[in-house]
Structures are given as C-alpha cells and as structure tokens.
Nanobody, 125 residues
C-alpha cells in the first residue's frame, strides 16, 4: 500500500512561484511513477507532469510545459512540483498520484492507483 500526502498549496499572486510537496509512505520508491494532476471547479482532472521510474524521464502537460519542474528527494521520500510564473488559470486542487506502470498513457488519471487528498492552489490576478 502507498500513502501520498500533498502540501505547499496556498494563495499567491500572478507571476509568483510555488513549490508543492508530495510525501510518500509505504511501497518502494524506485518502482513507482509519480505524477501531478490538477482539477479546477467544473473541469476534468488535468495532467501536470510525471516522473517515470523505469526511465528516470519526466514528462509535462502542454499547459504548464516550461513553467513547472518535477524533482525528487529520495532520502525524504518526497516528490516536488516547482511552479513558476503562475497564472490565474493555474488555480486548482493539485493532486499527487502514483502507479507502478512506466509506459502507456501516463498523462491520464486512469493508470494511477494511488492518490493524495490534494492541496489547493489559488492564483490571484
């Protein structure tokens, strides 16, 4: 079993930066693809980015590419989402997710088995 807990959300202004954290407990770190999704009110859950365990590569969603970076701290069992140049349209609940898959459609929610409760990010204009 894997438990995920996000933190670091809050209210920021447009243009600011924010770093979200996802603390993991349970299963071995090295065999999990870790991803970030977000969901705004009335919208579908949207892919932000993922770190793929088998290749060590990261992939990002088109709407955030160039503004976000995913990183990991193995010693702390934590994955981070660094977000820069935030825009009001980045306002959403941000979720951390994990799967043991390393191929296929990793930019959609369905392959992900484990989810955190989410953290709210609000960007004011």
């Amino acid at each position: 079993q894997v438990q995920l807990v996000e933190s670091g959300g809050g209210l920021v202004q447009a243009g600011d930066s924010l770093r979200l954290s996802c603390a993991r407990s349970g299963r071995t770190w090295s065999s999990l693809t870790m991803a970030w999704f977000r969901q705004a009110p009335g919208k579908e859950r949207e892919f932000v980015g993922a770190w793929i365990w088998f290749t060590g590569n990261t992939i990002y969603g088109d709407s955030v590419k160039g503004r976000v970076t995913i990183s990991r701290d193995n010693a702390k069992n934590t994955v981070y989402l660094q977000m820069n140049s935030l825009k009001p349209e980045d306002t959403a609940v941000y979720y951390c997710a994990a799967t043991n898959l390393w191929h296929g459609n990793l930019n959609i929610p369905s392959p992900y088995t484990y989810w955190g409760p989410g953290t709210q990010v609000t960007v004011s204009s």
